[in-house]
């Protein structure tokens, strides 16, 4: 199990806590459809994946965990963040703009 590089390890963690978060994101606040769940999924591991390292460095300097963790739960634990804020993000931004929420198809 472990012929896996470490790279390839830390991608494996970082699409994990992408989808984790972003699965997370959906269960909070219940999309009004099928079309917002889906952008609300995409958004969150899109964003997950580009942000995770950066937002796992973060908090784990913040927390004074950082040599507590390794690598892999450091990019899980951002990842999973950045992709759960993700959307609360662009919910904001939406209000703020004050745009109102596509109605569902039918």
Do not use: H
């Not at 963790?69 to 703020?96: D, F, K, V």
Request: glycine share 16%.
């Amino acid at each position: 199990m472990n012929d896996l590089p470490e790279s390839a390890w830390l991608w494996v963690a970082k699409a994990g806590g992408a989808v984790a978060g972003s699965a997370i994101s959906l269960a909070y606040v219940l999309p009004n459809g099928r079309r917002e769940a889906a952008i609300r999924f995409a958004v969150g591991v899109a964003c997950g994946l580009v942000f995770g390292g950066a937002a796992g460095l973060k908090l784990a300097t913040e927390l004074g965990i950082g040599a507590a963790l390794g690598p892999g739960e450091r990019m899980l634990m951002g990842s999973a963040a950045a992709s759960l804020c993700a959307w609360w993000a662009l919910g904001l931004l939406q209000r703020a703009l004050g745009r109102k929420p596509v109605p569902p198809a039918e």
